[in-house]
Nanobody, 125 residues
Framework: QVQVVESGGGSVQAGRSLRLACVVS????????MAWFRQTPGSEREGVAA?????????YYADSVKGRFTISQDNSNNTVYLQMNSLQREDTAMYYC?????????????????WGQGTQVTVSS
């Protein structure tokens, strides 16, 4: 059974950085399109960043995080990271890691089948 577990969330001041980690067990991340989404209460889940983990070279970002967030992967640890720099209050949300089996269609507008429980990020001014 494939499982997805996020970690690394926390409370930080605006302008600081955090790195989220998503560990996949039960399969290799290279079989998936991996992505980070976020959600605030009362809002829909929003795509943040995605990577075609088979190659690691195809990445996708929401306009709101371009230039500040970076998605990356460590195949040896079966982990996908989200480096978040210059955090803003608007980045406050629950962050979820998703995995999509049809890795060849990768991006933030596709459906993801596997999800973690989420990790909370809170940015204060």
């Amino acid at each position: 059974q494939v499982q997805v577990v996020e970690s690394g969330g926390g409370s930080v001041q605006a302008g600081r950085s955090l790195r989220l980690a998503c560990v996949v067990s039960g399969d290799t991340i290279r079989n998936y399109c991996m992505a980070w989404f976020r959600q605030t209460p009362g809002s829909e889940r929003e795509g943040v960043a995605a990577v075609r983990a088979a190659s690691g070279s195809a990445t996708y970002y929401a306009d709101s995080v371009k230039g500040r967030f970076t998605i990356s992967q460590d195949n040896s640890n079966n982990t996908v990271y989200l480096q978040m720099n210059s955090l803003q209050r608007e980045d406050t949300a629950m962050y979820y890691c998703g995995a999509r089996r049809r890795w060849y269609d990768c991006g933030l507008t596709f459906e993801f089948e596997l999800w973690g429980q989420g990790t909370q990020v809170t940015v204060s001014s």
